[in-house]
């Protein structure tokens, strides 16, 4: 079964650059994976009275549900995205607080992440990204290390195709193979040891292991 990337765009515009980045980034991951754009802009502005069991005027909305489910059955998330006033982008924000409700069913929870930011200047969203881990360190998801990706003088990371220029996609390659040996390493769901049918020694349908062996009684 392919393992699945979820990856969040932290800007609504239609032709960010953000966007072109993670649609760019897509077909980095190698066989055996299966990355997509999870769409965050029609999430409402996170309100907690949609979780509190006692506010029965605020049903949790259909996509808040739909949303950490999503996030949940993700192997791992990579969060492409902008700064704004030297911090996240509110749409990002929003997502990542819905994620993190309700405190007893955080979905971001273990999930290993990594984090692309830009910005049209020469930072590369700075601000933006260490802003973006420090929120995302509550939730005990392992995140890539260095080299961190800080796409500056975004304009200028593609041709006129789209398609990012050498120098800007080998360097994000090798960051996508980084996020890649992240997840490997701490599998979300590890497996769980298999009981073989031989150690069945019961008949009630149920598998039970074989007890050790006894010591040889003394003489």
């Not at 699945?4 to 993670?22: E, P």
């Not at 902008?82 to 955080?106: F, M, Q, W, Y």
Request: glycine fraction near 8%; aromatic fraction near 10%; charged fraction near 20%.
């Amino acid at each position: 079964m392919a393992k699945k990337v979820s990856i969040l765009v932290g800007s609504l515009r239609k032709g960010s650059f953000a966007r072109k980045v993670a649609q760019n980034v897509i077909p980095m991951f190698p066989a055996g994976y299966e990355a997509q754009i999870v769409e965050i802009g029609h999430l409402p502005l996170y309100n907690f009275d949609y979780d509190d069991p006692n506010e029965t005027d605020f049903p949790t909305p259909e996509s808040y549900t739909l949303f950490r489910e999503t996030i949940k059955a993700s192997d791992g998330i990579l969060f492409v995205t902008p700064e704004n006033n030297r911090t996240v982008p509110a749409c990002l924000k929003n997502a990542v607080d819905i994620g993190s409700k309700p405190n007893a069913d955080v979905a971001w929870k273990k999930t290993p992440a990594g984090i692309i930011s830009h910005s049209v200047g020469k930072m590369g969203g700075y601000s933006s990204q260490k802003n973006l881990r420090l929120a995302l360190s509550y939730f005990d998801m392992p995140l890539t290390g260095q080299p961190e990706v800080f796409l500056g003088n975004s304009p200028t990371l593609f041709d006129d195709s789209g398609k990012l220029v050498e120098s800007a996609r080998g360097f994000v390659q090798g960051y996508i193979d980084q996020l890649v040996a992240l997840i490997k390493k701490n599998p979300k769901y590890p497996r769980l040891p298999i009981v073989r049918p031989s150690e069945n020694i019961f008949s009630d349908g149920l598998f039970h292991r074989k007890p050790p062996p006894r010591p040889p009684a003394f003489e």
